[in-house]
T-cell receptor, first 114, second 110 residues
Framework: EPEVTQTPSHQVTQMGQEVILRCVPI?????FYWYRQILGQKVEFLVS????????KSEIFDDQFSVERPDGSNFTLKIRSTKLEDSAMYFC????????????FGPGTRLTVT | QKEVEQDPGPLSVPEGAIVSLNCTYS??????FMWYRQYSRKGPELLMY????GNKEDGRFTAQVDKSSKYISLFIRDSQPSDSATYLC??????????FGAGTRLFVKA
C-alpha cells in the first residue's frame, strides 16, 4: 500500500542552524501539507501546497519557513534559523484531490533544537 | 473560544464497551469533518470523514455530525485493546487548512 515517507526520523540541530525536512508524498497525489505537533499538544497546520505554490499558510508559518517541491517526488520544509520553540514532530501529508478530508500522513520527523 | 474543542481524557473503558468521542466547534463555515487515530509517536491515520450532517458507518466505527449544534461524535462499538490510541477530530471549510482538536486518549482494558 502506498505511503508517505519522511526523512530523517529524528534531527538534532543547534539553535540558529538551518534544517531541511524531507517528505516523499504518495505518487499520484496532488496536494501536500506540513503540520507540526509540539510534545503533548495538538496537531497544528503549517502550510498547504498545490501546483508548485503555497495554497494556504498559518500564522505559525512565518518568514523563517519555506517549502519546495524540487522534483517530481520530494516535498521539503526548510527552517532557516531554528529556535528552541521549533522543537516538535513535523508531519507531512498528501491528498489525491482538492479537499482536506482524505489526507495521508507520514510517520513524522522529530526535530530537536538545542 | 477555541475553534475546535475536544476533551483530552484520558478515557478508560473495558474491552467490548461502546466508546463515544466528541468534539464541538465554533466556526459555522466548517464543512468537512474527519476523525484520525494516532498511536504514540506515529502520524495520524484517517479513520473516517463526513461532509454533511447525519451518520456515517464503517465497520465498528460510526461518525455523527450535527451542524445545528456544532457537535461531532465518533462511536466505536465492541472496543478492543488495539483501539487504545489518541483520537483526533479535525475539520475544515473546504479550503486548504485543517484544524485539529486536541485529541482524546483512549485506553481499552482487556
Amino acid at each position: 500500500e502506498p505511503e508517505v515517507t519522511q526523512t530523517p526520523s529524528h534531527q538534532v540541530t543547534q539553535m540558529g542552524q538551518e534544517v531541511i525536512l524531507r517528505c516523499v508524498p504518495i505518487s499520484n497525489h496532488l496536494y501536500f501539507y506540513w503540520y507540526r505537533q509540539i510534545l503533548g499538544q495538538k496537531v497544528e497546520f503549517l502550510v498547504s501546497f498545490y501546483n508548485n505554490e503555497i495554497s494556504e499558510k498559518s500564522e505559525i508559518f512565518d518568514d523563517q519557513f519555506s517549502v519546495e517541491r524540487p522534483d517530481g517526488s520530494n516535498f521539503t520544509l526548510k527552517i532557516r534559523s531554528t529556535k528552541l520553540e521549533d522543537s516538535a514532530m513535523y508531519f507531512c501529508a498528501s491528498s489525491p484531490f482538492r479537499g482536506q478530508y482524505e489526507q495521508y500522513f507520514g510517520p513524522g520527523t522529530r526535530l530537536t533544537v538545542t | 473560544q477555541k475553534e475546535v474543542e475536544q476533551d483530552p481524557g484520558p478515557l478508560s473503558v473495558p474491552e467490548g464497551a461502546i466508546v463515544s468521542l466528541n468534539c464541538t466547534y465554533s466556526n459555522s463555515a466548517f464543512q468537512y469533518f474527519m476523525w484520525y487515530r494516532q498511536y504514540s509517536r506515529k502520524g495520524p491515520e484517517l479513520l473516517m470523514y463526513t461532509y454533511s450532517s447525519g451518520n456515517k458507518e464503517d465497520g465498528r466505527f460510526t461518525a455523527q455530525v450535527d451542524k445545528s449544534s456544532k457537535y461531532i461524535s465518533l462511536f466505536i462499538r465492541d472496543s478492543q485493546p488495539s483501539d487504545s490510541a489518541t483520537y483526533l477530530c479535525a475539520m475544515d471549510t473546504g479550503g486548504f487548512k485543517t484544524i485539529f482538536g486536541a485529541g482524546t486518549r483512549l485506553f481499552v482494558k482487556a
